[in-house]
Antibody, heavy 119, light 107 residues
């Protein structure tokens, strides 16, 4: 069974750093692209970027370039999303999602990690 | 960037109704479009990919069509479990972009 299990909710202060994770299982992790998607409370879905775990090929949305860092550890079948200096506007639910076998749509999603940034 | 515009933003329907959601793209592309359903507090769920391919396990009352700049998602007979928010997403070119969402609510 394909699963993406994300790390737990985080409460941070502005200026702090953070790294959240997404562990894949039940499939060949290195062979499927992983998306990261943001959802601000009450708002729509925003695509952050994508990584191919086999070679860590990464593409960011221009809206998020320089604001976050995507990485992956294929030996641990885990993808990561990190911030060097959080802002209140980073408060959101963050989802990871796996690309399908025959296309770059997201066929399996993690349960989401809620990040709250507040002083 | 390809901008995706969904309409309507909110759709009121009764059980058994046929409803259609439209997604328009700012640039033309073939069929690299997906539809997702999201319920409150849950992750999105894939319904349709490649504009018209039904994800296994998704009820056949859901269907998608379109190419170019106009795509549609139709629910042939709305069921109680279908009241949710629906998003389109293009994956034709980076950055992949979502529509703003359509909330299907009970009339």
């Amino acid at each position: 069974e394909v699963q993406l299990v994300q790390s737990g909710a985080e409460v941070k202060k502005p200026g702090e750093s953070l790294k959240i994770s997404c562990k894949g299982s039940g499939y060949t992790f290195r062979s499927h692209w992983i998306d990261w998607v943001r959802q601000v409370p009450g708002k729509g879905l925003e695509w952050i970027g994508v990584i191919y775990p086999a070679d860590s090929d990464i593409t960011y949305s221009p809206s998020f370039q320089g604001q976050v860092t995507i990485s992956a550890d294929k030996s641990n079948t885990t993808a990561y999303l990190q911030w060097g200096s959080l802002k209140a506007s980073d408060t959101a639910m963050y989802y990871c999602a796996r690309h399908g076998v025959d296309g770059n749509y997201a066929d399996f999603w993690g349960q989401g990690t809620l990040v709250t940034v507040s002083s | 960037d390809i901008q995706m515009t969904q309409s309507p933003s909110t759709l009121s329907a009764s059980v058994g109704d046929r409803v259609t959601i439209t997604c328009r793209a700012s640039q033309s592309f073939d069929y690299w479009l997906a539809w997702y359903q999201q319920k409150p507090g849950k992750a999105p769920k894939l319904l349709i990919y490649k504009a018209s391919s039904l994800e296994p396990g998704v009820p056949s009352r859901f269907s998608g069509r379109g190419s170019g700049t106009e795509f549609t998602l139709t629910v042939s007979s709305v069921q109680p479990d279908d009241f949710a928010t629906y998003y389109c997403q293009q994956y034709a070119s980076y950055p992949y972009t979502f529509g703003q969402g359509t909330k299907l609510e009970i009339k």
